[in-house]
């Protein structure tokens, strides 16, 4: 296994019609050895083509790609010591089962012996024994998959790269083939890269997750700190689900005053605020932070806020209740049994411990 | 009321279809009863739908003739080697224009696109001079096939075909160590079977019936094609229709075979391209 570098990577798209699209812009980064990495963001962030430029089948404007030591950036994808698992599977259609895994490995001309052996592992680790001599149209789509992952793993590549794998499957079977590949990826110490747009998959599988948004990487961590620490309100609110509720307040001494209520915060938090005296900044706050008033008020923290629920979403382990400050719709997470129904004035309890602010301009965090 | 309409429509648009499967069916028919009768009935203004007599003296003086089964050899071998070299070349044409990038890619393209409007009348005397004045391939195999090893209409209906197979096969392929010419022959040309099959039975049939270049480019009764054969039943102040018939029709039956046994190619080519996916 290897690791992977991004040296000040760019990659601009050229179009006749609508002149030069940036789909990434300067990336610099380190995936570790055995590490397994995430790129989420949305549609056209440039996860998928920074994937593809490690595979070699996009080739950057400018900057460098390493591999383990070797500088790749001229290397055919055949010579790259990669392996690649794409979003639609794409096994050959007209190969059963075991050409599709030996297909690579029989164009590397490696011997026969040794083909069959890593055939039968890759079948055995992933449960394809029984389905070996069938055509991919004949397999389920769960199925498919395994056998796309069994295609990468007969390779004993430097590194798996993985792009929107689970997305083509139901809900249920991409939370077993999540596990599944978490378990792979210990069972194989492997280095992974893995494109998702969905971030409940990058939490759940990577090690760290680089955030991307327009061509540029939003912030690099683990899921923990990405989670506690957002740099910024794209990765604070495309991070957790429902995401981070923001609300437009306005500082005033140690008052930060917004629609229809007020909260007195401690002078500490003020004077990290000071900057945005008699200013306008965004507080961010996750839902699970904010709860019904039949929780008890603990902490020093906790303010309390009264206004009309808007819609109740009960989930069975929770209810997501809806309502509005200022323009902002706000979500909390409360306990399944607290009572609220649309119309109903509630008083939910803010619970400053975990509050985030944002500068307004540059959406960057403000520490505190 | 809407029912109504739709029992109208329905209706007219059977009457539609039967007019013109009888005006499809009837020169069949013709040629085919003409091929057994005398040459006098067979020749007549107003045909007789059911002959009187049957008789088979028109297949026997259609083969009597001396070159017969080496017009149809000639046909069938030109007709093979232009099914094989179209399919090749336009799958391999076809492919590159659909899936790689090179500099100039859709300026060629358009570029071979546009020729397909220039007539063939237009090209044909040019074309004559070439194979004959400037290469001297007059009375050969080459000079008939020359002309027709590729057609940029067989190439843009491949480009279209090629253009519905998932690229990121292509790409699983590149990463799995083939070349490219490795792509094309084992994973996209297995996947392309259907459009080939077309492409095959559309340019056989287009060979086997061509007439007027054979016609021009050869001059010895060895090197016609059956097409061009059946012109020599007619002679100076007379035509034998009976074995012009019978020629038609042992003529066509290659191709009534070929297209019955693969009419579902054929019905599913011409929605090729239409539909991706």
């Known amino acids: ?368 | 009321m809407k029912s109504r309409s739709k029992v109208i429509m329905l209706i007219v648009a059977s009457v539609i279809l039967v007019v013109w499967s009888v005006l499809t069916i009837i020169p069949m028919y013709w040629m085919l009863i003409g091929s057994v009768q005398d040459t006098k009935s067979a020749a007549s203004f107003i045909p007789k739908m059911i002959p009187d007599v049957l008789s088979v003296a028109p297949y026997e003086r259609f083969f009597g003739k001396t070159n017969v089964m080496r017009w149809l050899f000639n046909s069938l071998l030109i007709s093979t080697i232009l099914t094989v070299t179209n399919v090749f070349l336009a799958s391999l044409a076809g492919y590159a224009f659909a899936k790689l990038k090179f500099p100039g890619n859709k300026a060629v393209f358009w570029v071979l696109l546009s020729t397909m409007m220039i007539p063939a009348q237009v090209t044909l005397i040019p074309l004559y001079i070439l194979m004959i004045d400037v290469f001297d391939l007059g009375n050969t195999y080459t000079a008939i096939l020359l002309p027709g090893i590729v057609s940029v209409g067989n190439i843009f209906l491949m480009k279209q075909y090629m253009s519905s197979l998932p690229t990121s096969l292509i790409h699983a392929a590149r990463i799995d160590a083939c070349g490219e010419f490795g792509i094309f022959w084992k994973v996209i040309l297995p996947m392309a079977k259907p459009g080939l099959a077309v492409l095959a039975i559309f340019t056989f049939v287009a060979s086997w019936n061509d007439f007027f270049w054979p016609f021009l480019v050869t001059n010895s009764a060895e090197m016609r094609t059956i097409q061009v054969g059946l012109a020599s039943f007619v002679y100076a102040d007379t035509t034998d229709f009976g074995a012009l018939m019978a020629g038609a029709t042992v003529a066509a039956l290659p191709m009534m075979i070929l297209f019955f046994s693969l009419q579902r190619y054929f019905l599913q080519g011409i929605t090729i391209g239409a539909v991706k996916g």
């Open chain 1, 1 to 368: 296994m290897a690791r992977v570098e991004f040296r000040n990577i760019r990659k601009e798209f050229v179009d006749d019609n609508k002149g030069t699209f940036t789909a990434v812009a300067g990336s610099d980064f380190v995936i570790h050895d055995k590490e397994f990495v995430v790129f989420v963001g949305p549609s056209g962030c440039g996860k998928t083509t920074s994937l593809r430029m490690i595979a070699g089948l996009e080739r950057q404007t400018s900057g460098d790609i390493l591999i383990g030591d070797r500088v790749v950036n001229n290397l055919h994808p055949k010579d790259r010591d990669i392996a690649m698992v794409f979003q639609d599977y794409a096994l050959y259609p007209h190969m059963t089962i075991r050409e599709n895994l030996s297909f690579g490995l029989k164009n590397l001309k490696k011997p026969k012996e040794y083909i069959e052996q890593k055939v039968s592992q890759a079948a055995s680790i992933l449960g394809l024994e029984s389905m070996i001599d069938r055509k991919p149209r004949e397999l389920s789509g769960g199925q498919r998959q395994r056998v796309a992952v069994g295609r990468a793993i007969v390779r004993d590549p430097q590194v798996f790269l993985f792009d929107e794998p689970l997305s083509n499957l139901d809900a249920k079977l991409r939370v077993q083939m999540r596990v599944e590949l978490s378990e792979l990826h210990k069972r194989l110490e492997a280095t992974i890269v893995y494109v998702t747009h969905d971030q409940v998959e990058a939490m759940t599988l990577g090690e760290r997750i680089v955030v991307m948004n327009n061509g540029i990487i939003q912030q690099i961590a683990s899921p923990t700190e990405l989670y506690a620490n957002p740099q910024n309100m794209f990765v604070a609110g495309f991070i957790g689900s429902p995401p981070m509720n923001f609300i437009d307040v306005h500082k005033e001494g140690n008052v930060l005053r917004m629609e229809g209520g007020e909260f007195v915060i401690p002078d500490s938090m003020a004077a990290a605020l000071s900057k945005y005296e008699n200013e306008h900044l965004i507080l961010g706050m996750r839902p699970e932070h904010i709860t019904g008033e039949d929780i008890p008020v603990i902490s020093s923290l906790d303010y309390t806020y009264s206004t009309k629920v808007q819609v109740v979403e009960h989930l069975g382990s929770e209810n997501l209740v809806y309502f509005r400050v200022g323009n902002r719709t706000v979500t909390a997470k409360v306990h399944p049994e607290t009572t609220g129904y649309p119309g109903m004035e509630k008083t939910f309890i803010f619970n400053f411990d975990k509050v985030h602010f944002f500068d307004p301009e540059t959406e960057q965090r403000i520490d505190w």
